[in-house]
């Protein structure tokens, strides 16, 4: 069965501190992958997305996700974490024509200490 | 530009009420997803629509809910005779194409709790 895994629920990191959210996937064919932010109330956010090509992908608010087929993985990672980032963060698949059914893990939290 | 717009962003009902959830797309944006976010979880897809189509709705509940988007006016999201168990945010997003021409943008949310 197509699924998203966030081995993490909640994580906390210093501010300046570097982050790395974990995202593994079971899909039956390379998925389209996503990353989203949810802040408190609020709706979610692209972050980054892959589709194909480098399988380092480049995102908003200095955010990166490495694509990994071997490890079926796509995880998130940040240099250095701002007190701004306290969010949820969500990973997502889609397939290839999919008709925006995707499908995501349960999200990481983020907290964020000074 | 406005975003994705969801009304009302808070929604009351008592058991066995109905409950209407409305989304106006982007400008633009012809495609709509709503999805369903429980507590803890993560969100849930429930349906796609183009205008005056419903093009996938493989996540919808069999029974209670449906959801239109009309030629005019917002997409809509009904649920009948709700039961606790609806209680949730319900997200609803657009996108100018199908999936794989973009991302999904999605709306702030309508939170319904069922009393």
């Known amino acids: 069965a197509q699924s998203v895994t966030q081995p993490d629920i909640h994580i906390t990191v210093s501010e300046g501190a570097s982050l790395e959210l974990r995202c593994n996937y079971s899909y039956g064919a390379t998925p389209y992958l996503f990353w989203y932010v949810q802040s408190p109330g609020q709706g979610l956010q692209l972050l980054l997305k892959?589709?194909?090509?480098?399988?380092l992908v480049q995102g908003i608010k200095g955010f990166e996700a490495e694509f990994k087929r071997s490890q079926s993985s796509f995880n998130l990672r940040k240099p250095s974490v701002h007190w701004s980032d306290a969010a949820e963060y969500f990973c997502?698949?889609?397939?290839?024509?999919?008709?925006?059914?995707?499908?995501f893990g349960k999200g990481t939290k983020l907290s964020v200490k000074p | 530009n406005a975003g994705v717009m969801q009304n009302p962003r808070h929604l009351v009902r008592r058991r066995g009420q109905e409950a209407r959830l409305r989304c106006s797309p982007m400008k633009g944006h012809s495609h709509v997803y709503w999805y369903r976010q429980l507590p803890e979880e993560g969100l849930k897809f429930m349906v796609y629509?183009?205008?005056?189509?419903?093009?996938?709705e493989s996540g919808m509940p069999k029974e209670r809910f449906s959801a239109e988007f009309p030629k005019e006016g917002p997409s809509i999201l009904r649920i009948q005779q709700v039961v606790r168990g609806d209680s949730a945010a319900y997200f609803c997003?657009?996108?100018?194409?199908?999936?794989?021409?973009?991302?999904?943008?999605f709306g702030e949310g309508s939170r319904l709790t069922v009393l």
């Open positions: 629509l183009q205008k005056e189509n419903i093009i996938d």
């Open positions: 997003a657009s996108s100018p194409g199908e999936l794989n021409t973009g991302e999904l943008f």
């Open positions: 892959y589709f194909s090509g480098d399988t």
């Open positions: 997502a698949v889609g397939a290839r024509g999919s008709q925006g059914n995707l499908i």
